[in-house]
C-alpha cells in the first residue's frame, strides 16, 4: 500500500533532488538552466518545503524554506502528488510575474528527469544514457530509503529494527552516500558521513544500475561477487528490507 504522505515526502526530497545531478549528464538540460536564476519553493501543509535554485548551467537542491523568487504552496500531500499527476494547481504565493517558467523550463527539466529515471530497454544499450539512469536512479533511491523508512508503516518497522550508525553505499568510480540511523530514523547524505558501521560497495556503477533497476537481485549480486559486504551487516539486512520497499514510490 502506497502512503500518500510519504509519497510527497518522497518526490519532494528525493525526486527533485535528483534534478542537481541532471545537468552533469545531459546537454538538453544544462541549456535550459543556463539562464537567469530563478529559486523555486515548493510548501506543501503537513510535508515540508525545499527549494530550487536553477540558473547558469546549474541546479541546487535546498532543504527548507528561504529567499525565492518563486513560491508555490500546496494545502496537502494529495495536492501536490496531484502536480506529478498533471492535475495539480498550487496556490501562487511569490513570483506571480514569472510564473511562466514552470510551465517552461522548469516543467522540460523534469521531463528530462524522467527521461532517465523511468528508462525505456531500448535507450540502455547507450553507454552514456545507461551511466546516466545509474547515477540518477542510486540517488532517487537512496534518498527515497530515508522518506520510507521514517514515514512509511512498513519502512518504519524496519528502520526500528536499525542499529545506530551509518552504512556506506557506493560504487566504485561512482557516487558514495551514507545511510545514517540514529534512534529509529534515518538520514541520507550525500558522501561518506562519520559513524560507519557497514559498507555496500558495487564492483562498479553499472552493477548499482542493474540491481537498482531490478534486474538482479541484491542476493545475485552477492553471490556474483557484484556487491561487497563489510561491517556490521544486520544494519544492511533491515536496511535493504526498507529499500525493498522504495519501488512502491519510484515505480
Not at 533532488?17 to 545537468?23: A, K, S, T
Not at 545507461?130 to 533511491?141: G, I, Q, T, V, Y
Not at 561518506?192 to 549480486?221: C, N, T, V
Amino acid at each position: 500500500m502506497v502512503d500518500t504522505m510519504t509519497m510527497a515526502r518522497v518526490r519532494l526530497f528525493a525526486v527533485f533532488r535528483c534534478l542537481e545531478g541532471l545537468v552533469a549528464h545531459d546537454e538538453e538540460a544544462r541549456c535550459i538552466a543556463d539562464g537567469r536564476r530563478e529559486v523555486l519553493e515548493f510548501s506543501v501543509g503537513g510535508v515540508g518545503a525545499a527549494r530550487l535554485a536553477i540558473g547558469g548551467g546549474r541546479i541546487e537542491f535546498l532543504p527548507g524554506g528561504g529567499g525565492s523568487t518563486i513560491k508555490l504552496w500546496f494545502p496537502g500531500a494529495p495536492q501536490f502528488n496531484a502536480l506529478f499527476a498533471g492535475e495539480g494547481k498550487p496556490i501562487p504565493v511569490r513570483g506571480f510575474t514569472r510564473l511562466g517558467y514552470l510551465s517552461g523550463p522548469f516543467t522540460q527539466l523534469t521531463e528530462r528527469l524522467s527521461h532517465y529515471l523511468r528508462p525505456r530497454s531500448e535507450l540502455l544499450s547507450d553507454r552514456s544514457y545507461r551511466a546516466a539512469n545509474a547515477e540518477l536512479s542510486l540517488h532517487a533511491a537512496f534518498y527515497a530509503l530515508s522518506e520510507v523508512g521514517n514515514h512509511d508503516p512498513d519502512g518504519r518497522l524496519n528502520a526500528a529494527r536499525m542499529a545506530d550508525g551509518g552504512v556506506l553505499v557506493a560504487a566504485k568510480g561512482g557516487p558514495a552516500m551514507t545511510v545514517l540511523a540514529r534512534g529509529g530514523r534515518l538520514e541520507t547524505r550525500k558522501g561518506q558521513a562519520e559513524g560507519i558501521r557497514a559498507r555496500m560497495i558495487f564492483a562498479s556503477l553499472d552493477k548499482a544500475g542493474a540491481m537498482i533497476r531490478g534486474e538482479m537481485s541484491s542476493y545475485a549480486a552477492i553471490g556474483a561477487g557484484d556487491v561487497a559486504l563489510s561491517g556490521y551487516t544486520p544494519l544492511i539486512d533491515h536496511m535493504n528490507k526498507v529499500l525493498g520497499i522504495v519501488p512502491r514510490y519510484l515505480g
